[in-house]
């Protein structure tokens, strides 16, 4: 599974414009009055001008060798979430990954992670280049199950790890769909951020297969749209 196109809503249009083409560095692809696109990695990803405040978590893959080299390198563009006493880092045991936090422009809480089992190392220096595509998508609900299940029996994907009560995961290592029940799990971790639902777009490649995704008000509509090698911008 992956994300090849994500589009969220953003209060703060021109802040999170300059954020992520000029103090991150990514290749804007397109840019109007109402909306942006950066390409990162596999994955493009946009932002439309909204009047209502929107507050999202969402997270971006990086080479397995690359964590510290990253945080470096982001620590001299914006600030890294301190997650206890100065740690900045977070271990995952069960998943087999590391990563650490920052808020974007708007707030929203982002995460570039490392998953050991991709082994996908390089070798060269990392810069925003080596970003290897977006790799989770915060999706709110407060009924676990039922959005598994129909991402299962529409998306073709599978339950990952977690669980049905407080917060299930939904994808692979490449392409995660993050479950938290909301009135159980009540913030981001490691912020204070409450978790509530927010309405998004994606389109993600499944098995050969591409799918439009729009989650609004908690309500999950799937759409297959392509066969991959047909693939080319929908949202």
């Known amino acids: 599974m992956k994300f090849i196109e994500l589009e969220l809503y953003t209060k703060k ?5 300059k954020f992520y083409s000029k103090t991150l560095g990514f290749k804007l692809l397109k840019q109007s009055d109402i909306s942006f696109t950066v390409q990162i990695g596999w994955s493009k990803l946009t932002f439309k001008k909204s009047k209502k405040e929107y507050k999202y978590h969402y997270c971006f893959l990086i080479p397995a ?14 600030k890294v979430i301190d997650i206890e006493k100065g740690r900045k880092t977070q271990k995952f045991e069960s998943w087999n990954a590391d990563s650490f936090y920052f808020y974007d422009a708007s707030g929203n809480v982002a995460e570039f992670i490392v998953r050991y089992d991709l082994k996908n190392d390089d070798k060269t220096d990392f810069d925003i280049s080596k970003v290897l595509g977006i790799n989770e998508m915060g999706m709110p609900t407060n009924d676990v199950r039922k959005i598994n299940t129909q991402l299962e029996n529409e998306l073709g994907t599978k339950f990952w790890k977690g669980d049905f009560e407080r917060f299930g995961t939904n994808g692979n290592q490449e392409g995660i769909l993050l479950l938290p029940n909301y009135k159980v799990k009540e913030i981001w971790f490691p912020t204070t951020l409450k978790i509530k639902p927010q309405s998004f777009n994606a389109i993600i490649e ?5 799918y439009k995704i729009e989650y609004i008000e908690e309500r999950l509509k799937i759409k297959m749209i392509a066969n991959t090698s047909n693939r080319c911008t929908r949202l």
């Not at 499944?206 to 591409?210: A, C, M, R």
């Open 13 to 17: 249009f021109e802040s999170e414009l």
């Open 65 to 78: 060798n690359h964590l510290n080299k990253a945080l470096d390198w982001m620590e001299k563009r914006t």
């Open 206 to 210: 499944n098995n050969e297969k591409e």
